[in-house]
């Protein structure tokens, strides 16, 4: 059975840094393209942050390019989201995702992904 849970999540003033967790039970972790997506109130769920299978090249939505890092520990079979200089508008529940078979141009597809965490909420005081 395959598990994702999240943590880390909380409420941060505008500027603070905070960084979320996802660890991954039930799958060869290491294969898996790993990825944080976030949905705001009233809004549809959006992409955030991947790292496609283990090539370990990142890529990021323009809107937290340069303040959010993404990052993973195979050895732990766990993903990282640091967040930087947060915003108000960065404020969601956050949530990861896995996936063993999704292609490239798939990535940012919320969709293409089989496997999902719970999500954990962040908040960002202004």
């Known amino acids: 059975q395959v598990q994702l849970e999240e943590s880390g999540g909380g409420l941060v003033q505008a500027g603070d840094s905070l960084r979320i967790s996802c660890t991954v039970s039930g799958r060869t972790f290491s294969r898996d393209t790993v990825a944080w997506f976030r949905q705001a109130p009233g809004k549809e769920r959006e992409f955030v942050a991947a790292v496609f299978r283990s090539y370990d090249r990142s890529y990021y939505a323009d809107s937290v390019k340069s303040r959010f890092t993404i990052s993973r520990d195979n050895a732990k079979s766990t993903v990282y989201l640091q967040m930087n200089s947060l915003k108000p508008e960065d404020t969601a529940v956050y949530y990861c995702?896995?996936?063993?078979?999704?292609?490239?141009?798939?990535?940012?597809?919320?969709?293409?992904?089989?496997?999902w965490g719970q999500g954990t909420q962040v908040t960002v005081s202004s």
């Open positions: 995702a896995v996936d063993g078979r999704l292609i490239l141009s798939a990535i940012r597809t919320s969709d293409s992904y089989d496997y």
